[in-house]
């Protein structure tokens, strides 16, 4: 009874985990088509976005959800259902470091980053601010963005 008891759990693992995972995508293409109609982030107008830019080599693998360019700038915005505030603290002091080492064709551009989402907590808007990353959410059809203190990384 212990071997069929694990066995449902298991399923019923995967079945959430299908869940959590469409709801990821859902957050992923509602921003992306958001951005694609009108690509400004911070106040500043990007010419290009890139879906899903990433780098995978044997030292490492990384990849943002959208990266919005133009001739000096790129922004780097995640985009999730519900954000947590270890994954901003992580953002701003590891993904952006290894986005520096593995992105060349972006030397010299300034960073910004933005997390992007349905549901924000205090804690991790108060770590947005204190990374001085941008804040993307819903607002009806459109999205809104706060963008205090906005870092240049």
Do not use: C, W
């Not at 919005?68 to 700038?73: C, I, K, V």
Request: charged share 30%; glycine share 8%.
């Amino acid at each position: 009874q212990m071997a069929e008891t694990d066995k449902k759990l298991k399923a019923l693992g995967i079945q959430v985990g299908g869940i959590d995972e469409n709801q990821g995508h859902h957050a992923e293409q509602y921003f992306q088509n958001a951005f694609e109609e009108n690509p400004v982030f911070g106040g500043v107008k990007y010419d290009e976005m890139i879906l899903n830019l990433a780098h995978k080599s044997r030292a490492a693998e990384i990849e943002f959800d959208i990266a919005l360019l133009n001739g000096n700038s790129i922004a780097l915005i995640e985009a999730k259902n519900r954000i947590h505030p270890k994954f901003v603290k992580k953002f701003a002091e590891e993904r952006v470091q290894k986005f520096k080492q593995y992105f060349l064709e972006f030397k010299g551009y300034k960073v910004y980053l933005g997390i992007a989402g349905f549901s924000f907590s205090k804690a991790v808007l108060e770590e947005a601010e204190k990374y001085g990353i941008g804040v993307v959410r819903q607002v009806g059809n459109s999205i809104e963005m706060s963008k205090k203190k906005l870092k240049v990384y």
